[in-house]
């Protein structure tokens, strides 16, 4: 989790940098759109399994999720939703591939990936497959981890952004 923030910040200041960033093309609507972005998985395929917000761990500890779990198949293709440009594709020990794609001030983090088909610089469309779903070792769970981040330092509940069952 704390690998994850740390390139989150690493791609904020490079942001914040670029005044031609504040208004790109492929951003500018990403605000409007709240409510309206389709899954990142189909819904229908999914069960949520950790909400965003405080919850408790396995050992009884509270915690506050960053983001959603959700358990699918393993290999379900994972989607951008909202075209964007791809800021990070890095390994994570805990979450295997994660996928960052830059809307203006707002970042959308796909989590727990194998097979990714962008890279770092790539502009991308929405709909566009960005990797397949990771069985996570450990466990044996076939689970996908979706957030939403605004620039300068907010998680924001990825569920109010996604388009109604």
């Not at 395929?45 to 509270?62: C, H, K, L, P, S």
């Amino acid at each position: 989790k704390a690998k994850l923030k740390k390139i989150i910040k690493e791609d904020q200041n490079t942001y914040l940098l670029n005044a031609e960033n504040v208004d790109n093309a492929y951003a500018k609507n990403f605000r409007k759109r709240k409510g309206l972005l389709p899954w990142p998985v189909p819904p229908t395929e999914v069960v949520i399994t950790e909400r965003f917000g405080e919850t408790e761990d396995e050992f009884g500890n509270r915690v506050f999720n960053d983001g959603i779990h959700v358990a699918t198949s393993q290999g379900q293709p994972v989607k951008a939703v909202n075209s964007g440009k791809v800021t990070a594709v890095t390994r994570l020990p805990m979450s295997g591939t994660v996928v960052i794609l830059e809307h203006g001030k707002y970042r959308t983090v796909y989590a727990n990936l194998v097979n990714t088909y962008v890279k770092k610089g790539d502009v991308v469309s929405e709909n566009q497959i960005l990797g397949s779903v990771r069985q996570d070792p450990r466990t044996g769970e076939n689970t996908f981890n979706f957030l939403i981040y605004l620039i300068p330092d907010k998680f924001l509940d990825p569920e109010r952004w996604l388009l109604s069952n």
